[in-house]
């Protein structure tokens, strides 16, 4: 199956400073990349709809100026918090989509805890 | 729209069968199939596209009803490996306005 990267896995960082996610495809193009954010035992909520080239599309309730989201080719998408607080600490989760068949597959998710 | 996903659990002994189903109230251009393990990300299972769809092989297979709302997932024989959590992700808009919503999970713990 396709395989979708992730880095970093783990990040802690102290209130007020901003972390970089890069989510990558590694095997397959993805004109359209998605982030999600997973609290513990829930289910996954899509943040944002990626497309390469062009501005992120954001889910409602979802602040663009706090989670800024770059796609700059076919295969990277960043997702970088600004200005984290502790109630961003979540699973943050990329997938991205095939062109052809349609399947989404999943990064291995980072996990975030601010201080 | 959120999907419908039931049971919200299920416990099986190695070697059971378990069905579970996942229903949208409006009719889907796809539904998308993910196992996720705890502490994990999903795992991509499969997706079904067409009305009356049926795919997979003998022990993990899924459906997708004629009327595109409803698909099952169907675990044949468990293993241990199957347990966690499966998720349907379901798309109502297709074309340029897809994106998938996820059903709540349904927990499958497969023991011994």
């Given amino acids: 199956g396709a395989v979708v990267s992730q880095h970093p896995s783990w990040v802690i960082c102290k209130s007020g400073t901003s972390v970089k996610i890069e989510c990558r495809s590694l095997d397959f193009q993805a004109t359209t990349m998605f982030w999600y954010r997973q609290f513990p035992k829930q289910s996954l909520m899509l943040m944002a709809t990626s497309n390469e080239g062009s501005k992120a599309t954001y889910e409602q309730g979802v602040e663009k100026d706090k989670f800024l989201i770059n796609h700059a080719s076919l295969t990277l998408s960043t997702l970088t918090v600004t200005s984290a607080h502790p109630e961003d600490s979540s699973f943050y989760i990329c997938s991205a989509r095939e062109i052809q068949g349609g399947s989404q597959y999943f990064g291995p998710g980072t996990r975030l805890l601010v201080l | ?112």
């Fill in chain 2, 1 to 112: 729209q959120q999907p419908v996903q039931s049971p919200q659990a299920v416990i099986l002994r190695e070697g059971e069968d378990a069905v579970i189903n996942c229903s949208s109230s409006k009719a889907l251009y796809s539904v998308h199939w993910y196992r996720q393990k705890h502490g994990e990300a999903p795992v991509f299972l499969m997706i079904l596209l067409k009305g009356g769809e049926q795919k997979g092989h003998e022990k993990i297979s899924a459906s997708f009803n004629e009327k595109k709302q409803q698909s099952s997932l169907y675990l044949t024989a468990s293993q241990l490996s199957y347990s966690g959590t499966y998720f349907c992700g379901t798309d109502d808009s297709g074309g340029s306005n897809y994106k998938l919503t996820f059903g709540k999970g349904t927990l499958l713990t497969v023991n011994p």
